[in-house]
């Protein structure tokens, strides 16, 4: 019996630990689903019913590998609204093989190297007067200004994109939820 004891305590204690130290992690719910910060981008995003056209995609563009790499980067991802916005037949024209290069730009403009979250672009902004350049992965550009307390980015075309929920930290990176799919200049 008191070897069943001490099973069952150290089972309480693991089981304890555990819960304790998702507590101590600051979550936000994206899409239905907690984000965990100890997870990287593409182990959280796969949660989110919001973004599952993004993981698709990221999947299509041959992606995953990469996101899931050290970074860090700063995503803008692009909900499923956003996609929905785009004319009809976009999103499946570009998850075709033939057109993985397309995608894969459109996809990288999304992301910025180094872990930028709302405050660090909100200085930014400020530095800037009013507007802050920053340099995808891509190698294109996207403004990010902000309107009264919301934060917005601006594509090379002029499209525009509001975060919806920003600073969704992940282990590598950090992540903000946007409603309009931007695009480089093709």
């Known amino acids: 019996m008191n070897k069943l004891f001490k099973m069952a305590f150290a089972a ?34 796969v949660n989110s019913a919001d973004h599952t056209t993004l993981v ?12 899931q790499g050290k970074g860090p980067f700063t995503v803008f991802a692009p909900e499923n609204s956003a996609f929905a916005k785009l004319p009809a037949g976009t999103v499946e024209t570009l998850l075709k093989p033939e057109n993985k290069g397309q995608l894969t730009a459109v996809l990288t403009y999304h992301v ?7 405050k660090d672009i909100a200085d930014a902004i400020k530095k800037g007067n009013g ?56």
């Open 56 to 67: 698709a995609a990221v999947k299509a563009a041959g992606l995953v590998e990469t996101l």
């Open 112 to 118: 910025v190297a180094g872990k930028m979250g709302s």
């Open 131 to 186: 507007k802050a350049v920053l340099t995808t992965v891509q190698g294109g550009k996207l403004t990010a200004w902000m309107k009264g307390k919301d934060l917005y980015i601006t594509d090379e075309n002029g499209g525009q994109s509001k975060v919806t929920i920003a600073d969704v930290w992940q282990s590598n990176g950090v992540i903000h939820s946007v409603d309009t799919v931007v695009l480089p200049k093709m």
């Open 12 to 45: 309480f204690v693991f089981l304890s630990a555990n819960v304790a130290f998702a507590q101590m992690e600051k979550t936000v719910e994206v899409g239905g689903a907690p984000m965990y910060p100890s997870k990287n981008i593409v182990e959280n995003a």
